[in-house]
């Protein structure tokens, strides 16, 4: 089985990736892994746009060590559930089938509040079917997601395999943001509806300071924005999605600052950043970069508690404003 791409990652100060492809007879070799590397795990992708054609899963991720040279990924047999997506108002259409699964702690949470990507499927957009796989028996939490005008749709839980399921998007909405303020072109603006099931959206002012945002529900929400280059912020609770335009104004927002120890001078060199979680609704990430001598400021942050991480090193709760914040980078 030769041309299959085999992917895994690893520890060493940091996590990393790899991926490569293999050679005959389906035997592969990884380069270039750090001495000291540890937990290196190897599993093999679904390549994309195989559909059923490919029904092959890579049995749980394998653990390695650095200069192993008897590796074994097992195969079997995966299965799917199959149906079509349609719009609002019943048509067939093209899109998405997203798997959701809940987001284990230490995680980032800003991927899906409360959830994370678990898998993602296209759907044809000849005929609007899809075929969601291969995956291991069992139930998925799926989701579709569209185009234009239409919102997500509820999630459903399904027993795989199955055949001639049918998901049906929502009607959805746009949001209209204007702001103004020091930093105001260019800012980032989210959408985190109250409902931790609806879909939430994100985009960035243009240089007039106005945003639209799609695909969301008509229902009460936080709209925060934040300048991309500068320490404004704002937020604003609505109570519909589509009673816009939203007038917001940007101001200074707090700063968290501190250093980062056991940085190497190649971390250094490659340009190695401070992540933040704010825990607790309204959900913002933000990220700063480090300095040569090991230290960091993130600014335009909404008041409330962070989780401040560097790498895989272990995360410190702080509160928005603090200035003497300590990390390890492992």
């Known amino acids: 089985m030769a ?23 389906g035997r592969f070799r990884i380069e270039n892994l750090p001495a000291s590397a540890k937990n290196i795990r190897v599993w093999l992708p679904t390549p ?19 200069g192993a040279d008897d590796v074994v990924v ?35 949470k800003e991927l899906i509040p409360g959830r994370m990507l678990a898998g993602s499927w296209p759907v044809d957009p000849s005929n609007g079917r899809f075929a969601a796989g291969p995956v291991r028996p069992g139930v998925l939490r799926l989701v579709g ?78 709209v925060v924005v934040r300048a991309k280059d500068g320490p404004g912020c704002a937020m604003r609770h609505i109570e519909r999605a589509s009673a816009g335009p939203v007038e917001i104004a940007l101001e200074r927002g707090l700063v968290i600052s501190g250093r980062v120890s056991g940085l190497t001078d ?8 401070v992540y933040l979680d704010r825990i607790g609704a309204p959900a913002l990430s933000a990220f700063a970069k480090i300095d040569g001598e090991g230290r960091f400021t993130a600014l335009a942050l909404l008041p409330g508690t962070y989780e401040v991480r560097c790498g ?19």
Request: proline share 8%; aromatic share 6%; charged share 25%.
């Open 3 to 25: 041309g299959v791409e085999v992917s895994g990652d690893f520890e060493h100060r940091y996590p990393g990736r790899w991926s490569t492809t293999t050679e005959t007879e």
């Open 48 to 66: 994309p746009g195989r559909g059923t054609d490919w029904p092959w899963l890579a049995d749980h991720a394998v653990e390695a060590k650095p």
């Open 74 to 108: 097992k195969l079997e047999r995966g299965v799917f559930v199959e149906g079509t997506l349609v719009d609002a108002q019943g048509r067939l259409t093209a899109g998405r089938i997203v798997a959701l699964a809940e987001v284990p702690d230490g995680l980032p």
């Open 312 to 330: 895989g090193g272990a995360p410190v709760s702080v509160e928005a404003g603090a200035s003497d914040v300590v990390l390890v980078a492992r």
């Open 145 to 222: 997601r569209g185009s234009g005008s239409n919102a997500d749709s509820d999630p459903v839980e399904i027993a795989a395999p199955a055949h001639d399921v049918r998901i049906a998007l929502r009607s959805g909405v746009v949001l209209a943001v204007r702001a103004k303020g020091e930093g105001a072109p260019g800012a980032y603006v989210t959408f985190t509806p109250d409902d931790p099931t609806a879909p939430w959206g994100q985009g960035s002012l243009d240089g007039n300071g106005a945003a639209s945002i799609g695909r969301l529900l008509d229902g009460p929400g936080h």
């Open 266 to 273: 190649e971390l250094v060199r490659q340009g190695a950043y």
